[in-house]
């Protein structure tokens, strides 16, 4: 809880991955990505009710190990590829004691802590904003990147600025994956995560790492282990 405000957090581990097969419960450094996940939202001070939401048995049983945490049952229609995820936290909100804010962790941000949870909430609260992202800034900036036209002519993304150096460019960030904090009921009317107010909640490259391929995963265990 934060204020008065309750919160809850939904962790989404569907069953279908193609790119990892069994992701969600693939173990590294001695814990699988959902139960970090899980121990991650468990031990952040301000959510007060961690619930995993999927479609598969086993990832729901697997989910129970850990004490403290409540599953949902979500139907094989909101556990398709092309699933978006504001139906999937709606039907968990739908399934849950009323909330005031609602924080969305997925398992494959392994390394973000629950300190990154109670700050974007946090920050939430602070700025009284509808939704907060996490992001990290960009190893390569997009003021050098291009396209290339049907001519095989480079053409810039930006526009070109007079900055000689990676320094002199302004910092640019993209979407880490780690967090979504939204207000519950802006959620429920807007059925979004980010709008054009949307405040931004830094994170490390460090600890931005988003598994979706097995070199992903072995970046992850690496950093993890500290190796």
Known sequence: MIGNKRVLAVVPARGGSKGIPGKNMKVIVGRSLLHRTIDQALAAKTVDEVVVTSDDQAIL???QEVDGVRTIERPSEL???DTAMWPVVMHALEHSPPCDVVVLLQPTSPLRLATDIDAAIALLEEKNANS???VCEVSTSPYWMFT????DKLKRILPKLQAATR?????????NGALYV???SWFRTSQLF???DTL???MPRERSVDVDTMEDLAIAERLLSGA
């Open 200 to 202: 931004a909640y830094v």
């Open 132 to 134: 907060v992202m996490s």
């Open 194 to 196: 980010v709008d054009d």
């Open 167 to 175: 320094q002199e460019l302004p910092k640019c960030y993209e979407i």
């Open 61 to 63: 049983r697997h989910a």
């Open 182 to 184: 939204v207000n519950s």
């Open 148 to 151: 290339i036209d049907n001519g």
């Open 79 to 81: 556990a398709a590829d």
